[in-house]
């Protein structure tokens, strides 16, 4: 139902974009987020955006170089990633939720398949 892309080999300081798109349900009213988990690493938050896309939120390791963004109309999630650096590599994950603990990963209630990232020095 969450369907992850985009993700790939790049240099640092380079930019990458993650989409997720939904389909086989409506997730209108739902809290989108970003996870990361990188080996041998607990999976941690990386940024949620309301379903207005009035409120973001981001971790602090990601401030100021990642944007996530949403299109409704076409039930997708976008991470745009800039500056990137080897400790951004990860598997990204997107998942969804109907509430309000958008750093908490047990609180979403579905999630995509994941996407690799891994930025080279």
């Known amino acids: 139902q969450l369907q992850a892309s985009g993700g790939g080999l790049v240099q640092a300081g380079g930019s990458l974009r993650l989409s997720c798109a939904a389909s086989?349900?409506?997730?209108?009213?739902?809290?989108m987020g970003w996870f990361r988990q990188a080996p041998g690493k607990e999976r941690e938050f990386v940024a949620a955006?309301?379903?207005?896309?009035?409120?973001?939120y981001y971790a602090d390791s990601v401030k100021g170089r990642f944007t996530i963004s949403r299109d409704n109309a076409k039930n997708t999630v976008y991470l745009q990633m800039n500056s990137v650096q080897p400790e951004d590599t990860a598997v990204y994950y997107c998942?969804?939720?109907?509430?309000?603990?958008?750093?908490?990963?047990?609180?979403?209630?579905?999630w995509g398949q994941g996407t690799e990232v891994t930025v080279s020095s």
């Open positions: 086989g349900r409506t997730f209108v009213g739902y809290v």
């Open positions: 998942a969804a939720q109907y509430g309000y603990y958008y750093y908490t990963p047990s609180k979403y209630n579905y």
């Open positions: 955006i309301t379903w207005s896309g009035g409120s973001t």
